[in-house]
């Protein structure tokens, strides 16, 4: 069955550039979307956005000045940049294979904690 | 910007019957919205319960069940067991291809 694991830094500074990988096993990335997801403590989820195998992107327009997803076929990989970081996007960030109208986010990564501090 | 609304905490005794709503701030959710739903346990990863309005993902009981109720969508959980004490989320997908997401509904089951 497919897993993801989403791995990178857990503390960014403020201004800089937060970057993040999942790495999908048990499945190819290929043919799919894929999301990310993020969540601030103790608040909701909010989507950043989705790539598709061939590149293709589409991105929250209240993040989209700041973010760039990327997808690495031969590594089964997504990633994910977000520039001028503040504290405000502090939060668990997920990814999760994107089935749209056909199927909604499934599955999801475990999540990991990024927290913007200096 | 629309914003997804849902009720911020329910909650339901075991046994009992619960449906949670997600709205729009502006306008009225339809099918063509392809509303979905995922459970969201702490600790745990979110999985998704409820796709394009009505179809249960593989695994989930038939207990979930979507629909659309007036101008929202709807989750009603049916015959409540302790391990649905989770938060539940609704997406929306627009027609730019966005993934709306609601705030999150917090279930008690008690």
């Known amino acids: 069955q497919v897993q993801l694991q989403e791995s990178g830094p857990g503390l960014v500074k403020p201004s800089e550039t937060l970057s993040l990988t999942c790495t999908v096993s048990g499945g190819s990335i290929s043919g799919y979307y894929w999301s990310w997801i993020r969540q601030p403590p103790g608040m909701g989820l909010e989507w950043i956005g989705y790539?598709?195998?061939?590149?293709?992107?589409n991105y929250n327009s209240s993040l989209k000045s700041r973010v760039t997803i990327s997808v690495d076929t031969s590594k089964n990989q997504l990633s994910l940049r977000l520039s001028s970081v503040t504290a405000a996007d502090t939060a668990v960030y997920y990814c999760?294979?994107?089935?749209?109208?056909?199927?909604?986010?499934?599955?999801w990564g475990q999540g990991t904690l990024v927290t913007v501090s200096s | 910007q629309t914003v997804v609304t849902q009720e911020p905490s329910f909650s339901v005794s075991p046994g009992g019957t619960v449906t949670l709503t997600c709205g729009l701030s502006s306008g009225s959710v339809s099918t063509s919205y392809y509303p979905s739903w995922f459970q969201q346990t702490p600790g745990q990863a979110p999985r998704t319960l409820i796709y394009s309005t009505n179809i249960r993902s593989s695994g989930v009981p038939d207990r979930f069940s979507g629909s659309i109720l007036g101008n929202k969508a709807a989750l009603t959980i049916s015959g409540a067991q302790a391990d649905d004490e989770s938060d539940y989320y609704c997406v929306l997908y627009t027609s730019s291809y966005s993934r709306l997401l609601g705030g999150g509904t917090k279930l008690t089951v008690l």
């Open positions: 790539i598709h195998y061939s590149g293709n992107t």
């Open positions: 999760a294979r994107d089935l749209g109208s056909g199927g909604g986010f499934d599955p």
